[in-house]
């Protein structure tokens, strides 16, 4: 009997130890008045280190509860031409920044994003590769962000056709080594559009 009341004992301290590790090992909480206030401070006043600020207080991976956080979400859809901006312009921190969003992005602004980031490959295919690299764990399905065109041009079948001759010509620029596999996924993508 003692050995039988022995084994449970310690049963019951391994469930409790795997559970607080289990805890432990979760994702980590978001500081979602900390990240306000460092996107607030960047649409003020928008540069390359405000755009790493908010970037290192975004979380690593997609998270799926954001029901605490839709005031802070949605702060970040309004404000988005500031970010679209800097983007453009090439300020690397401002497109890492762009792709990182995608951990708390849904509905308009993941759609936002994807307009902004596929709109990219146009004007940078380097950094837009070189980012969805890094964070490709992002993206189950490219066709969103590659094809992010269709959407503003549906009206417009001869448009469409020239973004995406664009965009798969601005990919085929890109000669290095560490991202032809990608780049040539998403041309194989974007043909099929």
Not at 21 to 46: C, K, N, R
């Amino acid at each position: 009997m003692t050995r039988l009341l022995t084994a449970l004992c310690a049963l019951g301290m391994m469930l409790v130890a795997t559970a607080a590790l289990g805890a432990q090992t979760g994702p980590p909480a978001v500081d979602w008045q900390g990240l306000q206030e460092a996107w607030t401070a960047y649409f003020s006043a928008p540069s390359e280190e405000g755009a790493a600020k908010v970037f290192s207080l975004l979380p690593a991976q997609k998270i799926a509860d954001i029901k605490d956080s839709f005031e802070v979400v949605n702060s970040f859809f309004e404000r988005l031409g500031i970010l679209e901006g800097e983007i453009y312009s090439g300020n690397p921190n401002a497109v890492k920044l762009g792709f990182r969003l995608y951990t708390i992005a849904y509905g308009t602004l993941e759609a936002g994003l994807n307009r902004i980031l596929g709109s990219l490959i146009a004007f940078n295919p380097q950094l837009f590769l070189e980012e969805l690299q890094a964070r490709r764990d992002l993206f189950p399905t490219l066709n969103p962000l590659l094809g992010s065109y269709l959407r503003d041009m549906a009206n417009d079948p001869v448009a469409m056709e020239l973004e995406k001759k664009l965009r798969i010509q601005s990919l085929e620029t890109v000669e290095d080594k560490a991202l032809k596999s990608l780049r040539s996924e998403c041309i194989k993508i974007l043909k099929k559009l």
